[in-house]
């Protein structure tokens, strides 16, 4: 089992680096704040995520919102992952999951996976985009019979959780907005200080 290191931030830096979209991860060894793009063209050293987690869910962030592997959708969700439960930004902190969620995560994506290759005869990474959208579609719409089998939580649910994290990677962001041609609106500041 690998060990989790912890960074050295504070929940306000961190807090205050989010709203500038930047997430901490570790990169070459070394603890860094980049965007979730950023992270993506750099070789990020996972801590949580399996490379097999990561291709799984980079071609289901994609088939889910296309982009969101460029965006980052996997050093996204290991940065959440990684992250104090009151710092992570994924979609699972606001539906009323228990941390820790990394098995949530790596459940959801096994079951993915195994349902792939009992219905298509390979695994998800590898099926063409449009096999990966027919099994997306399958999962959104029910439970596959065999799907929770590794207790993994129901797949619409996963499938909700997951798109809500794959939207907000693509399009929540300064980036994001930029490409609606609609200005980035930051939180209106409390009048007084949390």
Request: proline content about 8%; some cysteine.
């Amino acid at each position: 089992m690998r060990k989790r290191r912890k960074a050295t931030f504070s929940r306000r830096s961190a807090l205050q680096a989010s709203g500038l979209g930047l997430i901490t991860l570790s990169v070459g060894g070394c603890m860094q704040q980049l965007t979730p793009r950023a992270a993506q063209a750099s070789s990020v050293d996972y801590q949580v995520l399996s490379a097999e987690d990561v291709a799984i869910l980079e071609g289901l962030g994609e088939t889910l919102v296309p982009g969101a592997r460029e965006a980052g959708i996997a050093p996204y969700v290991e940065a959440g992952l990684a992250a104090d439960p009151s710092d992570s930004l994924l979609m699972i902190r606001y539906l009323d999951v228990p941390a820790p969620w990394d098995g949530f995560y790596k459940a959801g994506l096994a079951a993915l996976d195994a349902f792939t290759l009992r219905e298509a005869g390979n695994r998800f990474a590898y099926l063409s985009p449009y096999s990966q959208a027919e099994i997306v579609r399958t999962i959104s719409q029910g439970q596959p019979d065999g799907w929770s089998d590794n207790g993994a939580p129901p797949a619409p649910f996963f499938y909700f959780a997951l798109r809500g994290d794959a939207i907000d990677v693509t399009w929540g962001t300064m980036e994001g907005f930029d490409r609606f041609e609609q200005p980035y609106l930051a939180h209106i500041e409390p009048p007084t200080p949390w």
